[in-house]
């Protein structure tokens, strides 16, 4: 994986390197709260530059005394600043009591909650940081319930209060932001799940801190965006022929499931998939072979008629419209016994829920609910903690898994999981799993490895997906929206 990829951390890392950090400033802990403190004022100046009434909640600890560092800026620069927080729950930690100390010489102001907060023009949410992972008490509650209600701009510091840094997931009521800027790393959490909806745009300041306190500390996952994709999908030669651009071949399409099947077959097409072969229920020839002469459907009525195509393909994409009766599960049988390159999803993973096995050879990609059958547990544990989750399955059946969502996970043993930064809401609709199967397949069966061809594929599919929602909006979108995207964004150097 490129160096120079994003890289996400978890809160014991996260602490690790504050430490770190301070003894490589000299021992002064106070020197990295004073440069949050500057890193948030400038990301006011950046974002609210008109605010003139500020509001700074804060908590007892360090993430407080942030805050606390913010406000005496913007009381210095001419701000009406209030630091609010609750009834006996002032700053307790020495560095918080001495940005408290600097901010009330400065001549600030201290109120209790509760309080009017909707009369200010920005609000900071300077009570937890990383510093939480269970449900705030009631008092918080009540306080961060008054934040959402107050009808103001919020800047987060470090992480929004009450969301778990490292799960993304609110245990109670969690603060929603507009901005949440994030002091050293970014955190793991704030990528996925939940959190999507909590953290507003996400900024980072690394705080100058030297590389040094680096040194031996592991990042939890690697973040992707679509400029990275150029890291994958070179040009090609000029003497190419399609052999060399894989042989896919699609199992599925029970009866009345063609659909799903056809729009993986046309997903590894237009993601490059040199030769496109098609196994399917015989009435549903006719139709692909209509709208997608390319593909080479044909009818499987035995397991013997897709032998010979397993022996011919490079990677074999099943599950898309299979369904789970004798059909299907036949088909499946023949190639989890051939030990094909194979991309695993839908029905076909249902099926190996209730018969698990090692699959070093496969790519899973299953939604919760599927990974939940996978796993044996309920879909809302899945949800609870994907990171947990997307690496249980990889262990278990020790290939590569990609836990599809918000903000798409790809996990396989031994190796740093990613988190796929594109996607959107308009792509919770049927189908759109049947293209990624077919866009992770044709990347495959070009070359890549199956972690890289899960992560490549995992981020076109959702940059497709953005751009197409981009054009004509998010509701209605369909996964059919996604195929010119599909072909013009696995051109990087056509699309910059």
């Not at 500020?54 to 560092?69: K, L, M």
């Not at 031996?216 to 060399?244: C, D, F, I, M, Q």
């Not at 547990?377 to 690496?391: E, H, K, P």
Request: aromatic share 4%; charged share 20%.
């Amino acid at each position: 994986m490129n160096a120079l990829f994003p890289t996400l951390y978890d809160a014991a890392a996260a602490r690790v390197l504050d430490r770190r950090a301070t003894e490589l400033l000299g021992g002064d802990a106070y020197v990295l709260m004073q440069r949050a403190g500057q890193a948030a004022w400038r990301t006011v100046l950046d974002l609210w530059p008109e605010a003139r009434g500020i509001d700074v909640v804060c908590g007892t600890g360090n993430n407080g005394g942030d805050g606390y560092v913010l406000a005496r800026m913007a009381l210095e620069s001419g701000r009406r600043v209030r630091v609010i927080h609750l009834p006996d729950r002032g700053p307790r930690t020495e560095l918080a009591q001495r940005a408290c100390t600097e901010y009330l010489v400065a001549g600030g102001s201290v109120e209790l909650f509760p309080t009017e907060l909707s009369r200010s023009d920005l609000i900071v949410d300077a009570l937890f940081g990383i510093g939480l992972d269970r449900a705030p008490d009631a008092a918080l509650g009540g306080l961060i319930g008054a934040i959402n209600e107050s009808g103001c701009p919020v800047l987060a510091l470090d992480v929004p209060s009450g969301l778990d840094a490292d799960c993304g997931i609110a245990p109670g009521v969690a603060v929603y932001a507009d901005c949440t800027l994030q002091f050293i790393v970014r955190h793991q959490g704030l990528y996925t799940g939940d959190a999507l909806d909590y953290g507003g745009e996400l900024r980072l300041d690394p705080l100058d801190v030297p590389d040094e306190a680096f040194g031996g500390v592991k990042a939890a996952a690697t973040l992707l965006a679509p400029e990275h994709l150029a890291a994958w999908l070179y040009p090609r030669r000029r003497n190419s022929h399609k052999g060399e651009s894989g042989r896919v071949f699609c199992i599925g399409g029970d009866h009345g499931g063609g659909g799903a099947v056809a729009l993986c077959a046309e997903a590894a097409l237009r993601s490059g998939a040199g030769l496109v072969s098609v196994a399917t229920r015989i009435e549903h020839v006719p139709a692909i072979l209509a709208q997608r002469p390319e593909a080479m459907a044909f009818a499987a009525q035995h397991v013997d008629d897709v032998v010979e195509r397993l022996e011919w393909a490079d990677v074999v994409a099943i599950g898309p419209g299979l369904g789970q009766h004798p059909w299907g599960a036949m088909l499946l049988a023949g190639v989890l016994d051939s030990g094909v390159d194979a991309v695993i999803d839908a029905d076909a993973l249902n099926m190996l829920a209730s018969a698990p096995q090692a699959l070093p050879q496969a790519v899973l990609t299953p939604h919760p609910g599927e990974a939940a059958r996978l796993l044996g547990i309920g879909a809302t544990d899945v949800q609870l903690d994907r990171f947990s989750a997307a690496r249980a399955l990889a262990e278990a059946y020790r290939g590569v898994v990609v836990l599809k969502g918000a903000g798409s996970l790809v996990v396989a043993p031994g190796l740093r999981p990613c988190v796929i930064g594109a996607g959107n809401p308009g792509m919770s609709t049927g189908g759109m799993g049947d293209l990624l199967t077919g866009v992770i397949a044709a990347l495959r069966a070009q070359g890549l490895s199956a972690f890289d061809a899960a992560c490549a594929g995992a981020l076109l599919h959702g940059a497709a997906g953005d751009a197409a929602a981009e054009e004509d909006g998010e509701r209605g979108l369909l996964p059919s929206d996604l195929l010119p995207w599909l072909r013009r964004l696995a051109n990087p150097e056509m699309s910059d």
